[in-house]
């Protein structure tokens, strides 16, 4: 595999696999840290289920705290890759310069502030007093070492959008076989427990965000990390564009807390763990399938981003009909695996037989809508990678809002099992919608940066 890929040259045939399947490895891998930490803490001698419920309550809000990397490295990276399009490498620096003093900078506001409020977040999004400790227990450990994760993850941003996949792949790697080697020695071998998992995950980031600045402040990559010639009009510009990758994560994991909390809720008396336990599994299964999905869909914007700040069209085009093939081919073959699979993903976290039932059934309708979810994927990422924030949060938004709907309304008509139906009615209403958008306005989206770089070289010239 290529080391560095040619955004501008290459065949787009060849160039957008060469470069989705390192970031969609590297997707799938980083599952791992969230999957392998629930799998060895569901397995935990009597107190495995209960252990498991805690850890899914912290999930959602560790994984809202990872969003921020999202605002400021899919925020960064875009304008980036326009930038080395346009070939202003001087503005390039400076976009990684900011980026870097921003990630930094919100990495320590965001771990005080967990810290400061873990009791009251984990008691609002679903813990109980019985799951309350083994949630305690994970959170404060893992949000001590969040800095790291939220450094290795955002700046993997900025090495992927320079056309090398494979080093941002290499750094996911890193940290997810660490934790896999890690995890039942601290858990197992040392008795820690949640806590075991935690730490091993802590070093596993450390891991990953140090071979990230290994490569930043290398000689790898032509655009590396540098001090100076910082503005708060280019940090305003990265976080308008990271706005929406942001709200997206945000706003996937209100979602889960949302979940949880209609679970407690609505759920017999004695029973709204065990189904919160049932929505982990469930949750972890479809980390599996969107992770990867994003993995497609956000590695490749390096290539619409460095086409679009160059005004080439076609290879836009002729790049978005590929990716739409990948992320629509990898759903469904997740959608088979789903069905043949959904026991045996089940056992892995839990031996209690009326627990892996609800699993099964439960994964089964999660998924019904998952093959058009991929084209949904990579409509708002495209939108997102072309500085089209407008579209890309409104079509967002909207397949949220679906969820929320469906979530509140559907306990009120209907047996509490049948609430993961909220999942296949906003994935396939959403991508409608987005796929109508999309060929309303991206012609003239495209004219109109043709028109702008034309004026560009005008004035160049």
Known sequence: MKTVNHLGTDPIGKLVPRIAFPSMLAQFVSVLYSIVDRMYIGHIASVG?????????????????????????????????????????????????????????????????????????????????????????????????????????????????????????????????????????????????????????????????????????????????????????????ILTVGFTPFLIIAIDNVMIIAMNAVLQRYAPAGQGDSFITCATIVQSFMLIITMPLGGISGGTQSILAYNYGAGNSRRILEAQKTIIALCAGFTTLMFLISNAAGTLFAQLFTSDPQIVSMVVRAIHISTLSVIPLGIQYEIVDGFTAMGCVRYSFALSFFRKFVYFIALFLLPRFFALENIFYVEPISDLIGPVVSMIVYWTSIQKILKQREEAVRLMHTKKA
Request: charged share 10%; proline share 3%.
């Open 49 to 237: 289920d209960l252990a498991l419920a805690g850890v899914g309550v912290c999930g959602p809000i560790l994984t809202m705290i990872g969003a921020f990397s999202s605002l400021i490295g899919v925020g960064g990276a875009p304008l980036l890759g326009i930038r080395l399009g346009e070939k202003n490498e001087k503005e390039v620096s400076r976009i990684l310069a900011n980026a870097f003093l921003m990630l930094v900078s919100l990495s320590l506001v965001l771990t005080a502030a967990a810290l400061f409020f873990t009791r009251p977040m984990l008691m609002a999004f679903g813990a109980s007093t019985v799951t309350y400790p083994y949630a305690r227990a994970y959170f404060m450990i893992y949000v001590s070492g969040s800095v790291f994760a939220l450094l290795s993850t955002g700046l993997n941003q900025f090495v992927i959008c320079q056309g090398f996949a494979s080093e941002g792949m290499k750094s996911v790697l890193l940290g997810a076989v660490l934790n896999l080697l890690l995890d039942p020695v601290f858990i197992f071998v040392l008795h820690l427990g949640v806590r075991g998992a935690a730490i091993a995950t802590v070093l596993s980031q450390i891991a990953s965000c140090l071979y990230m600045l290994h490569i930043l402040f290398g000689k790898t990559i032509p655009i590396r990390i540098t001090f100076g010639g910082y503005s708060f009009a280019i940090m305003k510009r």
